[in-house]
């Protein structure tokens, strides 16, 4: 069974620091791994996502991710928050010939002035 | 293009009423998610349709919860009656499946429903 954890239910960083999000998965088969942003009052939007090839994935606004296989990690990274990035944050995990996502509990960034 | 369209945005209700949520989603999707967000329990999948058609109803919580899709552009959630504990966010995702598991689901903006 696959299984997403985020460690962290809460992060705050200040304006211009480095943002990291952890995510950690679970798959006995080599997984489709995505982060979603939620801000408030809205829907969930792509950030980016992991299929195949290039273990580190750059996405929208800014963050990319770096699929490690050998710790079964997929942490997003931003180098320099902004006050527009604070936001819910939510890991997921597919597998391949599956619709299915699995969500983490998410992760709620908070930036700091 | 429009996005996925939730109505209403919020909904208040009391208990034993019949709550309806309505979807439409992106234009050339094929399938359709139902998703319930609470804080205790998270971002649940509830029911996936591919085609119109129910695949998987496995996280529908019990018989109060339906749902119908009865073309390519229209779906709806319901539950009758309802209760406090139903109390949640619902979201309708839609995505263009070809089965590779790499298609990325586009959520609309959600329901927030609450049963007093």
């Known amino acids: 069974a696959q299984s997403v954890t985020q460690l962290g239910s809460h992060v705050s960083v200040s304006e211009g620091a480095l943002v990291l999000l952890r995510c950690n998965y679970s798959s006995s088969v080599p997984p489709y791994l995505f982060w979603y942003v939620q801000y408030p009052n809205q829907g969930l939007q792509l950030l980016l996502k992991?299929?195949?090839?290039?273990?580190l994935v750059k996405g929208i606004n800014g963050f990319e991710a770096e699929f490690k296989k050998s710790e079964t990690s997929f942490h997003l990274t931003k180098p320099s928050a902004h006050m527009s990035d604070a936001a819910e944050y939510f890991c997921?995990?597919?597998?391949?010939?599956?619709?299915?996502?699995?969500f983490g509990t998410g992760t709620r960034l908070k930036v700091l002035a | 293009d429009a996005g996925v369209i939730q109505s209403p945005r919020h909904e208040v209700t009391e208990m034993g009423q019949e709550v309806t949520l309505r979807c439409k989603p992106i234009s050339g999707h094929n399938s359709l998610f139902w998703y319930r967000q609470t804080m205790m329990r998270g971002l649940e999948l509830l029911i996936y349709f591919n085609n119109n058609v129910p695949i998987d109803d496995s996280g529908m919580p019990e018989d109060r919860f339906s749902a119908k899709m009865p073309n390519a552009s229209f779906s709806t959630l319901k539950i009758q009656p309802s209760e406090p504990r139903d109390s949640a966010v619902y979201f309708c995702?839609?995505?263009?499946?070809?089965?590779?598991?790499?298609?990325?689901?586009?959520f609309g903006p959600g329901t927030r429903l609450t049963v007093l």
């Open positions: 997921a995990v597919s597998t391949p010939g599956t619709y299915k996502y699995i």
């Open positions: 992991y299929t195949t090839g290039a273990t």
């Open positions: 995702a839609s995505s263009l499946v070809r089965g590779g598991g790499t298609d990325t689901q586009y």
